[in-house]
């Protein structure tokens, strides 16, 4: 997410979405019932009689197109089938679980699932928000992100797309390191050359619409992964269909292909990690989560919902990101 955030940033004031925009929304999604077989990620963390047009929104991913809204739910589903049991329930606020911005040209869901205390899933979010542009048009996030704690070192997983028009998106997908990767090159090997990543992110690229994104941050480049697909790709010849092709053809696979690595090599993994090390991780963890909520979103979320939205979403926010 502090990644991810950041991007989202550089994209909004950057020539391109001053030109082209389109749509925004950030998902974070995730299953919001602690047992049975209630409501899942795509759904809002409430009682049946409290689903209103909000959870409907939620669950129905809007603003993005047919793929890209058909990979979240998959994306979703792998998530929350794979980590239900070590999830408790949401216990989000019903005013952070959807907000928006007094002029409702801003709006959003946020949805917070923390780990059993034996997990070592620290919390899984998710978050849709959709911003007009007073350039005109407006810009559209989907996210699924991951988080660990410190009882492993394993990398944690970021999914966004981020949208800017029908014919432009920025995808941002990587497992985020933990550690070092100079200092523990083991960790490098297990996590990042084992598992042949950098093939996902050789074979986006060989697509001709696909392009390298390079953000303008210094943050964002030294958080990433070696391996991190941050690509932006633009179909203004091939219109939305082509669009829609290559999320179908193209991102769906690889996106799946990345998720599946983390669930299989990160979240459900064993680590022996020492106490040494876990100390290491907390700090980490906590400087790069204070960076994400003072700085990144500390900035953005009063400009798109106002002080005192967005005061209650980060106040509620820190709860989590605290280590």
């Not at 989907?142 to 995808?171: C, G, K, Q």
């Not at 990767?181 to 083991?186: A, G, R």
């Not at 906590?286 to 909520?293: E, F, L, M």
Request: glycine share 6%; charged share 20%; proline share 5%.
């Amino acid at each position: 997410m502090e990644v991810k955030v950041m991007i989202c940033e550089n994209l909004v004031h950057s020539p391109v979405s001053v030109l082209s925009c389109g749509q925004h929304g950030c998902l974070r999604v995730r299953r919001c019932s602690g047992s049975g077989s209630g409501s899942g990620f795509g759904s809002v963390c409430c009682s049946l009689t409290d689903m209103d047009s909000h959870s409907r929104k939620l669950r129905e991913f809007p603003f993005v197109s047919a793929a890209q809204k058909r990979l979240m739910l998959d994306l979703v589903s792998t998530v929350e089938n794979r980590l239900d049991s070590q999830l408790l329930p949401c216990s989000l606020p019903s005013d952070v679980r959807y907000y928006q911005s007094p002029s409702a040209t801003s709006q959003a869901s946020l949805h917070i699932r923390p780990g059993h205390p034996h997990s070592p899933i620290d919390f899984v979010l998710g978050s849709w928000v959709h911003s007009e542009l007073p350039t005109g048009g407006s810009l559209d996030i989907t996210t699924l992100s991951a988080y660990l704690n410190s009882s492993t070192d394993a990398p944690n997983f970021v999914f966004e797309i981020i949208r800017s028009s029908p014919t432009m998106l920025v995808l941002f997908l990587d497992l985020l390191p933990r550690k070092d990767l100079v200092l523990w090159s083991d960790y490098l090997k297990t996590f990042y050359e084992d598992t042949q990543l950098d093939v996902h992110r050789q074979t986006l690229e060989a697509v001709p619409e696909v392009q390298p994104y390079f953000s303008s941050s210094l943050y964002v480049r030294a958080a990433a992964s070696p391996t991190v697909i941050l690509v932006r790709i633009l179909t203004e010849n091939g219109g939305v269909e082509r669009m829609e092709e290559i999320i179908r053809d193209h991102l769906d696979p690889i996106s799946k292909q990345v998720l599946g690595i983390w669930l299989d090599h990160c979240a459900c993994a064993k680590r022996e990690v020492g106490e040494a090390e876990r100390a290491y991780l907390r700090k980490r963890d906590g400087v790069v989560r204070n960076k994400t909520i003072e700085i990144d979103l500390g900035s953005s979320y009063p400009k798109m919902f106002g002080a005192e939205v967005a005061n209650r979403v980060l106040e509620s926010m820190k709860e989590y990101f605290t280590v």
